[in-house]
């Protein structure tokens, strides 16, 4: 199964996610395993692109398979586009758990600061 943490600041906006483990939906050619790759990989393209080289702290670790991504250090504006992509990320990962239930758990932590 897929874990996927996104935290929230006090405010109700998302400010980081962390993913990790295989969706373990089939053997071969897994299709959950690639529309979550594919989804943190347009995610992460993203936000190079519209925030420039502020890229924030994105980490990927094979050996444990998590991937995790918090938000750059970046002027107000810049961060309501960020706040944008990670909700969309947020709404797109919550819909496939709907269609893949055994496959993927997602859940929401509020940032106490």
Do not use: W
């Amino acid at each position: 199964m897929t874990r996927l943490k996104f935290i929230q600041d006090k405010s109700g906006n998302f400010v980081a996610f962390r993913m990790q483990g295989h969706a373990e939906y089939a053997n071969e050619n897994d299709i959950v395993c690639a529309a979550l790759s594919a989804c943190v990989q347009l995610f992460e393209q993203s936000v190079v692109e519209l925030l420039g080289e502020e890229k924030g702290s994105f980490t990927a670790d094979e050996e444990t398979t998590e991937i995790s991504y918090s938000l750059p250090d970046v002027d107000d504006e810049k961060k309501k586009v960020f706040y944008l992509l990670i909700s969309s990320f947020y709404k797109y990962v919550t819909r496939l758990q709907k269609q893949y239930k055994k496959n993927i758990y997602c859940e929401t932590e509020v940032k106490p600061c």
